[in-house]
């Protein structure tokens, strides 16, 4: 059991605007900034975003992030094949002195 | 370019010591946090514990008691150590720096990572 509350899976297709969202509670997202990672099969988690909206370099501008209270997500629009991975997002929690992870969301484009 | 290379990967059985590696090339141990994550096939992520440029460690409270990072400047790499190992422990494990965004582990992000290392317990 996940202390952030991802969605298993979501979907779309090429061009469509898709969301994942990461829900946590007053310990951990409503006081930290969230991370968001995406992981190809086979492959390490690589940093998409950090800070309030900071996007790394290379990632492309169809990415977007967002927070509201306890609440982050990760919105993708105009989908490609490429995007097709999962998506995990993390912050600190202050209770457990730690980083938390959300389960993770497998993004598929059909 | 910072680059994390691991490792100490293979098969254990239970009750035995996992020991992992991380080196690190193209950057210094100073003002970054040094992390140690695991996967469970199939599954998501779950960290363990991290290790300061000062030598202070923070480790999840589910693992503390079997668990200890380190790290040893002279070889510019740090360690990861967990004993009594169970089938609960079968993941790939990666390690991971900071990105160097901030000066805490609250807002500063795991943005480099090792290639990850395939431990399995057997029992």
């Known amino acids: 059991q996940s202390v952030l509350t991802q969605p298993p899976s979501a979907s779309g297709t090429p061009g469509q605007r898709v969301t994942i969202s990461c829900s946590g509670g007053n310990s951990n997202i409503a006081r930290n900034y969230v991370f968001w990672y995406q992981q190809r099969p086979g492959t390490a988690p690589k940093l998409l975003f950090f800070?309030?909206?900071q996007r790394l370099s290379g990632v492309p501008d169809r990415f977007s992030v967002s927070k509201s209270g306890a609440s982050g997500s990760l919105a993708i629009s105009a989908l490609r094949s490429e995007d097709e991975a999962d998506y995990y997002c993390v912050t600190w929690d202050d209770s457990l002195s730690g980083p938390v992870f959300g389960g993770g969301t497998k993004l598929t484009v059909l | 370019q910072v680059q994390l290379q691991q490792s100490g990967a293979g098969l254990l059985k239970s009750s035995e010591t996992l020991s992992l590696t991380c080196d690190v090339y193209g950057g210094s141990f100073s003002g970054y946090y040094w992390s140690w994550i695991r996967q469970p096939p199939g599954k998501g992520l779950e960290w363990i514990g991290e290790?300061?440029?000062?030598?202070?460690?923070n480790y999840n409270a589910s693992l503390k008691s079997r668990v200890s990072i380190s790290f040893d400047t002279s070889k510019n790499q740090f360690s990861l150590r967990l004993t009594s190992v169970t089938a609960a422990d079968t993941a790939m494990y990666y390690c991971?720096?900071?990105?160097?965004?901030?000066?805490?582990?609250?807002?500063?992000?795991?943005?480099?990572w090792g290639q990850g290392a395939l431990v399995t317990v057997s029992s």
């Open positions: 290790i300061d440029h000062s030598g202070s460690t």
């Open positions: 800070g309030t909206d």
């Open positions: 991971a720096r900071s990105l160097g965004y901030c000066s805490t582990p609250t807002c500063d992000p795991l943005g480099y």
